[in-house]
């Protein structure tokens, strides 16, 4: 497999923890770049989040010789998931972008 480099900056792994249906899950995208193997990752995050992990193809955003994916962790699973890239994986944390958009508990 030949890789082919663009111009321009580097692309940067997003992580996105929300709220879906009362139930909290993060997202991950952009890991195409580091020639992740998803399959040995998302077993290794089953084990180090203790939650169910999928691994989807986006259809919306692929093209037949450079497919895109996303990994998806049941819970808000954002800081965990920095130091798993950081440290096995070996991205850098300045190409990581970490959002969450679950809120805060209301006090009563």
Same mark, same amino acid.
Do not use: W
């Given at each position: 497999?030949? /890789?082919?480099?663009?111009?321009?900056?580097?692309?940067?792994?997003?992580? *996105?923890?929300?709220? /879906?249906?009362?139930?909290?899950?993060?997202?991950?995208?952009?890991?195409?770049?580091?020639?992740?193997?998803?399959?040995?990752?998302?077993?290794?995050?089953?084990?180090?989040?203790?939650?169910?992990?999928?691994? =989807?193809? *986006?259809?919306? /955003?692929?093209?037949? =010789?450079?497919?895109?994916?996303?990994?998806?962790?049941?819970?808000?699973?954002?800081?965990?998931?920095?130091?798993?890239?950081?440290?096995?994986?070996?991205?850098? =944390?300045?190409?990581?972008?970490?959002?969450? =958009?679950?809120?805060?508990?209301?006090?009563?």
């Amino acid at each position: 497999m030949r /890789l082919q480099f663009q111009k321009g900056d580097v692309p940067k792994v997003h992580i *996105l923890a929300q709220k /879906l249906n009362n139930k909290k899950q993060t997202s991950v995208t952009g890991l195409d770049m580091y020639m992740i193997d998803y399959a040995e990752m998302s077993s290794y995050l089953q084990h180090k989040c203790a939650s169910s992990v999928s691994v =989807k193809k *986006l259809e919306h /955003l692929s093209t037949p =010789k450079n497919a895109k994916h996303s990994v998806e962790i049941q819970g808000n699973q954002t800081r965990a998931l920095e130091d798993i890239l950081c440290d096995r994986y070996k991205v850098p =944390k300045k190409y990581i972008v970490a959002e969450d =958009k679950c809120g805060q508990k209301k006090k009563k």
